[in-house]
């Protein structure tokens, strides 16, 4: 009978005791908190500019939030001019000045009004008043044109005839004085007349166009409101910034004196985190 061959015992398998522990393990840092109380408790000024720093962190995280306030107010302000100027987008202007520039050209046309009230008039006084009136029948059929262009088109072409013959009448009247005081005869006081009329009708044209640019009263206040949220969000974004610059001048000059207090037993490798970390305690920043 065979025998069987009986095989050896398996010899125990010996593992390799593997360490858990990491070969070099970075000493722990220093609680930031302890750190800035014992820093305190060497000199009181050490408090005092501690305090200091709390007193700006606050300020500036509050001019910050009063900066995205102002920024998003500015924002919506802008938004809203430009949704109302979109209503009459070729009127952009602002009012003030095409005011101005319509009353410039209305002066213009003294001349031409003096030399039609000279007709009518007796006395300087007299001829003054005149003057006078026939600028202000052409000012106020200029604002008359530009209310009515949008509103009323028949009652604009009606206004618009009546100032026609209205400039028609200043230039019979120039006519009649022109050929009364001059010795040309006349054809010269004709040219006179016709040229002071074609000016008083440019002019007038001139006026009206300028009121025609001008912006509408609630865009001109949209706009205001627009410019003034946008200064006082700049006003508002710059002193948040110096607060903030002031705020990290004064860390960095507490940093500056835990280096050789505190921080001095830090090692090279280790003072970097441990200044972030007192940095970040000081900002209020969870760690």
């Known amino acids: 009978m065979a025998q069987t061959s009986r095989q050896p015992p398996e010899e125990p398998v010996r593992m390799a005791a593997v360490s858990t522990e990491p070969a070099s393990q970075a000493p722990a840092l220093m609680d930031p908190a302890g750190v800035v109380r014992e820093f305190n408790t060497l000199n009181p000024q050490h408090e005092a500019l501690g305090t200091r720093i709390l007193h700006m962190v606050d300020a500036a995280r509050h001019l910050g939030e009063q900066a995205r306030q102002a920024a998003a107010t500015a924002g919506g302000e802008r938004l809203t001019h430009l949704t109302i100027q ?10 003030w000045r095409q005011l101005l520039l319509a009353g410039g050209t209305l002066a213009l046309d003294a001349v031409a009004c003096y030399f039609a009230a000279r007709a009518l008039g007796n006395g300087q006084a007299e001829t003054l008043a005149w003057t006078a009136l026939f600028l202000a029948v052409l000012g106020a059929g200029e ?21 026609g013959g209205f400039v028609t009448g200043l230039g019979i009247l120039r006519f009649t004085y022109l050929i009364t005081v001059g010795t040309d005869g006349p054809i010269a006081a004709l040219v006179g007349a016709a040229l002071f009329t074609v000016a008083t009708v440019l002019f007038v044209m001139a006026g009206y166009w300028a009121l025609r640019r001008a912006e509408t009263p609630e865009a001109g206040k949209a706009r205001r409101r627009a410019r003034r949220a946008a200064r006082e969000a700049r006003a508002t974004a710059e002193r948040a910034v110096r607060c903030l610059a002031k705020r990290d001048r004064l860390i960095d000059a507490y940093l500056v004196r835990l280096k050789v207090g505190p921080l001095a037993s830090c090692s090279a490798s280790d003072l970097p985190a441990m200044e972030a970390a007192v940095r970040a305690h000081l900002l209020g920043e969870a760690a």
């Open 86 to 95: 979109a209503e009459d987008p070729e009127r952009r202007a602002p009012r």
């Open 143 to 163: 604002f008359a044109l530009d209310f009515y262009r949008d509103r009323h088109r028949r009652v604009w072409r009606y206004i618009a005839i009546g100032l």
